[in-house]
Structure formats: C-alpha cells, structure tokens
C-alpha cells in the first residue's frame, strides 16, 4: 500500500511560481508511473504531468511546468512556472506501480492518490 501526501500549494500570483510536493511511503516508487492531476470547481479532475523514463505534459501546462523526481527521497515534484488564474485547482498527486500509454491519462487507470492540494492563482 502505498501513501501520497501533497503539500506546497497556496496563493500564487500570476506570472510567479510554485513548487509542489508528492511525499510517497509504503513502498518506493522510483519505478512507479507517477503523475500530477488537478481538479477545479464544477470540471471533472484533468491530467496535468507525468513521469516515467519519460515525461508528458498536458498541452495547457507545456513549457511552463515541469514534473521531477527524487528517488532518494521517494519525491514527486511539479514545478509551476508562470501559473495563469486558469490554473487554479486543487492539485493531486496519482501512483501507479505499472505503465501504459494508453491510459495514464486516465485517473481511473490509478491505484493510489494523495488528498490533494488547493493552488490559487490571482489575477
């Protein structure tokens, strides 16, 4: 069983940046598929970062954010770099100790999920 704990969010102005945080115990997830979701008021939760080998990023967040590890720490990280107001949501850190392509989209296709952090991004 694996536990993810989100922390760094708050309130951002535009055009700042962010750096939040996805603590994993339980078990070690350096070779987990490890992502970013967010979801805002009244929308369903979107896929925002993922890390592999590889990354992958939503296209709203291309260029601006950036996800990272660090397997010594069992450490997810999403850096969030000129945040527009649009980018306010709570933000959740998702595991999953396999990979598809196909479906890491997907929140659905993840086991494990953190209780989420609120970002807020003033105009």
């Known amino acids: 069983q694996v536990q993810l704990v989100e922390s760094g969010g708050g309130l951002v102005q535009a055009g700042g940046s962010l750096r939040l945080s996805c603590a994993a115990s339980?078990?070690?997830?350096?070779?987990?598929?490890m992502s970013w979701f967010r979801q805002a008021p009244g929308k369903e939760r979107e896929f925002v970062a993922a890390f592999t080998s590889d990354t992958f990023y939503a296209d709203s967040v291309k260029g601006r954010f950036t996800i990272s590890r660090d397997n010594a720490k069992n450490t997810v990280y999403l850096q969030m770099n000129v945040p527009k107001p649009d980018d306010t949501a709570v933000y959740y850190c998702?595991?999953?100790?396999?990979?598809?392509?196909?479906?890491?989209?997907?929140?659905?296709?993840?086991?494990?999920w953190g209780q989420g952090t609120q970002v807020t991004v003033s105009s």
């Open positions: 339980g078990s070690t997830v350096s070779l987990y598929t």
């Open positions: 998702a595991a999953n100790p396999t990979w598809r392509a196909s479906a890491y989209r997907i929140p659905s296709w993840y086991y494990y």
